[in-house]
């Protein structure tokens, strides 16, 4: 008897394991709709993403998909302009290439490239990271914000406004600046008006002599190794990414703080458009965005952290102005940023 009770006893205690384990894997898996799923998997148990996230966190974020879904993930990444050109190339030619596309310039698409759709996840995002036309959603938030390597420049020299910067002439040619950077040139002019904005800018370029980087990552990286001491601007998530990788760097807030977002859309020919659903709703999810968060993204959910916590927090204490950009306006504003920059 008291062998069977031991059995018993055992038994009981793989079956609460078992049932705790499904519990748990029910709850990290919110977003994935059983129905969606059979639908998804008829559809061939594949898709394809076209996606500017590096592959160091690109490609482990959607083995958490495949793993959940046992769909295959063709990952194709690369730089925002050419895979913009391709997805634009693509359409005209009636080409169904690709399922989802998660892209920092995503609302710079042609509208018809991408499809309405409302996934179940976006409810839990912040509503400025959602597209009013439903083509897109932010997954994470690109907040712009100077930074500056901590071994080059002390934080109790760090300006305390943009005009501040052109008092420093020991940084000429130390300085960084992404070529791309319009949206956040927008925003400096949203806040400051036309011609204090310009005057501004133009102190700024003719003291220190910014350098025009490509790439907001490559920048970053630039920064945390002291090949440049600052960034006029930057993404902090990314400026926190080479942080977390103990660069010694930091971001510092000025106001305005541009928000723009890394954000998610569904092709409108997608070749798997269940699938596609499905791969969406899984970018907005907790679990994609607590995976995110571990290399600095900032989430667009308030029920997933920072990190370092309070990075969100830290910056609506400044003033946020949030920018989407129609392809007509962004080139208009990078035609200004290139007469003010590349003209110094």
């Not at 059995?7 to 994935?32: D, F, N, R, V």
């Not at 596309?101 to 912040?126: R, V, Y």
């Not at 950077?181 to 400051?192: G, H, K, N, R, T």
């Amino acid at each position: 008897m008291a062998r069977q009770l031991k059995k018993a006893g055992l038994a009981g205690l793989l079956l609460a394991s078992a049932l705790a384990a499904h519990a748990s894997a029910q709850e990290s898996h919110a977003w994935l709709d059983p129905k969606l799923l059979a639908a998804a998997k008829a559809e061939g148990g594949e898709m394809t993403i076209y996606s500017d996230t590096n592959e160091g966190e690109g490609l482990p974020l959607w083995k958490l998909f495949t793993d959940a879904t046992g769909i295959k993930v063709n990952y194709v990444r690369g730089a925002d302009p050419p895979l913009m050109a391709r997805m634009v190339l693509e359409y005209r030619g009636n080409q169904k290439s690709w399922d989802v596309a998660q892209l920092g310039t995503i609302d710079k698409i042609p509208p018809q490239l991408l499809q309405q759709f409302d996934p179940p996840e976006a409810k839990n995002i912040s509503p400025q990271a959602r597209d009013p036309g439903r083509r897109w959603y932010g997954l994470y938030a690109n907040y712009n914000s100077p930074a500056y390597n901590t071994d080059r420049v002390k934080a109790t020299d760090l300006p305390k406004s943009y005009a501040e910067f052109a008092q420093h002439k020991e940084w000429a040619g130390h300085v960084a600046i992404d070529h791309t950077d319009s949206e956040w040139l927008w925003a400096m002019f949203q806040y400051y008006g036309d011609a204090k904005a310009t005057a501004l800018i133009q102190n700024i370029v003719a003291t220190l002599h910014p350098v025009l980087t490509d790439g907001h990552l490559a920048q970053a990286r630039s920064v945390g190794s002291g090949e440049y001491w600052l960034s006029l601007n930057n993404f902090v998530n990314l400026t926190m990414n080479v942080r977390l990788a103990h660069g010694p760097i930091d971001y510092f807030a000025l106001d305005p703080v541009a928000l723009t977002f890394g954000a998610v859309g569904i092709s409108a020919k997608a070749p798997h458009p269940n699938t596609a659903l499905l791969a969406a709703n899984f970018a907005l999810s907790k679990e994609c965005e607590t995976f995110l968060a571990k290399f600095g993204r900032i989430p667009t959910r308030a029920d997933v952290e920072s990190n370092p916590p309070g990075i969100v927090a830290a910056l609506n204490k400044h003033k946020v102005i949030t920018v989407s950009l129609a392809p007509a306006d962004e080139h208009k504003w990078q035609q200004k940023f290139n007469d003010l920059f590349k003209g110094q």
